[in-house]
């Protein structure tokens, strides 16, 4: 699991604009620890200071709930958001078994949501799993009043996102198979793997072959060189 978070950032380095911090200087930053803000299902959260004197909330996470995968996603996730209304990470931490995200500091209880709760929000957190379970499970994404016809183009476009954003290049759809998939028939549209940030074990009755993928393959394709995966007949 180590090896995976460790592959992650390195793959992904230039991507990520956050600080890497050693378990000693998480202890140096909040003090030994001495000024608890509170504690979730995640784990405990820690008020510190920086070098530079900005306030932090350090979360400490809890060893049965540093997995790899969660961790990835926040970082991924949260680590790429830069937007007045949600908490920025600043940093992060992963030594060994020990893992700690630095948020920036919001006072008169504005963090609680974000990291104090005691419920599990990550698929909230990954956007994209969460999204993919709304559709997935035939519950609507927009709770505004829409039209029927209006429900059908958000679940078509949504599902041809899903397919676009898979990690294996072979399961992205062409430029070309997009426009086919966007008009088609919602329902001969086909559920695509779910989203992962690192890659995973999937078996051959997770994907969708066509009968002659070869024949809709295009070299200039900007999502894709591969099409093989977009919807059955």
């Known amino acids: 699991m180590y090896g995976n978070i460790e592959e992650f950032l390195q793959s992904h380095d230039h991507n990520l604009t956050l600080i890497r911090y050693s378990y000693s200087e998480i202890k140096k930053i909040t003090h030994g620890f001495n000024d608890k803000l509170g504690e979730g299902g995640y784990g405990s959260v820690y008020k510190g200071k920086l070098r530079s004197g900005r306030s932090a909330a350090v979360k400490i996470l809890r060893k049965e709930k540093a997995n790899g ?8 996730t949260i680590g790429r958001i830069h937007h007045c209304n949600v908490v920025q990470l600043i940093g992060f931490t992963v030594e060994g078994s020990k893992r700690a995200l630095i948020y920036e500091f919001m006072p008169n209880g504005s963090l609680e949501k974000y990291i104090f709760s005691r419920q ?9 799993s969460w999204i993919y379970d709304q559709v997935n499970e035939g519950r609507d ?12 183009t958000i679940k078509k476009m949504t599902i041809v ?14 430029m070309h198979r997009v426009v086919q998939m966007l008009e088609a028939d919602i329902e001969s549209l086909q559920m695509p793997p779910k989203p992962f940030l690192v890659p995973q074990q999937t078996s ?3 994907r969708i072959n066509m009968a002659n993928p070869t024949s809709l393959r295009d070299s200039s394709n ?4 591969d099409s093989s995966y977009q919807f059955g007949r």
């Open 161 to 174: 996102a899903l397919w676009c954003i898979q990690l294996k290049s072979i399961d992205r759809p062409s």
């Open 69 to 76: 995968q969660d961790f990835i996603n926040e970082v991924a």
């Open 222 to 225: 900007i999502c894709s060189v």
């Open 141 to 152: 994404i927009l709770e505004d009043q829409v039209t029927e016809q209006e429900k059908n």
């Open 204 to 206: 051959n009755d997770d």
């Open 120 to 128: 599990d929000h990550s698929s909230q957190m990954y956007f994209p």
